[in-house]
């Protein structure tokens, strides 16, 4: 496998400071507007995160967007302010075309981009109950009260993103909701278009995947030991209640881990997280009580094999891209 194995040990902490999932009425402290997302990834980085995965939203109604434009409003901040890997969705929202969803990977040609690795329903409908009367934004009841919700994620789309990757030297945070998509994934390597080391983030307790039970996790540890054997690295994304408890019994198995307010609203049982950082410094202590050490950005990127933050093109536009 063509990788260091110098410090392969350590534990990568990702971060994701705002994603798609959750609404501004959900929690005060979810980042929205592009000062709000660069503080909130720079102090997510300082705590300990050496990969930041992004998403950008509206600045008037917090509702998703994959506009690169709203990306120049943080991403330039970051890279000034912090040697932490950018990592941009390709996820964007369940309610974007693939074409939208690649616009800001395609443009800024980060080290690393999320790629979903299939389609699943994407149920989010359990949360309105919660939040119902205290929505704001009409665009988030609607969001969340769509039970018809598909996650579209066909090979031919995750072909596509694939093939920008290679044209970019963009490498992947392959989310696997499900079983089935390791397999999905175990095709892309069988055909050359994925090649190690990758980087394998496993997804817990997102209502249409897989649940968020210890079993779970083993399952999907068993499945891809089995299908990659020491091709990959193994990361874990708990949704919810299931963050914390899923990325320690992860950890202590040899996992990296993934927080951040795109993946929970909460520090501890009814406490809202009042910044990501603060769940960095959580985890962070958690991995450090296992006397696990913690990657900084640059042995992330050695782990990963990545091209390097001088081959970002933060300050691309998307008519450069496409001319």
């Not at 260091?4 to 959900?26: E, F, N």
């Not at 660069?38 to 008037?60: F, K, T």
């Not at 949360?127 to 665009?139: A, G, Q, T």
Request: hydrophobic share 40%.
């Amino acid at each position: 496998m063509a990788q260091s194995k110098k410090h392969s040990k350590k534990v990568i902490i990702t971060c994701a400071p705002t994603g798609a999932i959750h609404t501004p009425s959900m929690s005060p402290y979810l980042p929205v507007t592009g000062e709000e997302i660069a503080e909130a990834a720079i102090a997510a980085a300082e705590a300990g995160a050496a990969v930041l995965h992004l998403h950008a939203r509206n600045e008037e109604d917090g509702s998703p967007s994959q506009d690169p434009e709203l990306f120049k409003n943080f991403l330039p901040q970051i890279s000034a302010a912090t040697n932490a890997v950018i990592n941009i969705t390709t996820g964007g929202s369940p309610h974007m075309s693939v074409e939208e969803r690649i616009r800001p990977a395609r443009t800024f040609k980060p080290e690393l981009a999320s790629l979903n690795m299939g389609t699943i329903n994407f149920g989010l409908f359990p949360m309105l109950d919660r939040y119902d009367s205290d929505i704001k934004h009409e665009w988030e009841r609607t969001h969340l009260n769509n039970k018809a919700i598909i996650f579209r994620n066909t090979f031919e789309d995750i072909e596509a993103i694939m093939k920008m990757g290679q044209e970019n030297e963009t490498k992947f945070e392959f989310e696997c909701y499900d079983v089935g998509h390791l397999y999905n994934l175990k095709y892309f390597v069988d055909i050359g278009l994925v090649k190690p080391p990758f980087f394998i983030q496993t997804v817990f307790g997102i209502f249409g995947g897989i649940g968020g039970h210890p079993e779970d996790l083993a399952h999907m540890k068993r499945t891809a030991d089995r299908l990659f054997g020491d091709d990959y690295h193994w990361s874990i994304l708990g949704a919810g209640s299931n963050q914390m408890k899923l990325a320690s019994i992860g950890a202590s198995m040899g996992a990296n881990v993934r927080v951040g307010l795109e993946d929970s609203l909460w520090i501890g049982p009814g406490k809202l997280a009042e910044t990501n950082a603060q769940q960095v410094t959580k985890i962070r202590n958690i991995l450090e009580e296992l006397s696990l050490e913690i990657a900084t950005p640059d042995e992330a990127r050695e782990i990963l094999d990545l091209k390097g933050a001088d081959k970002v093109d933060i300050t691309a536009s998307e008519k450069q891209q496409a001319a």
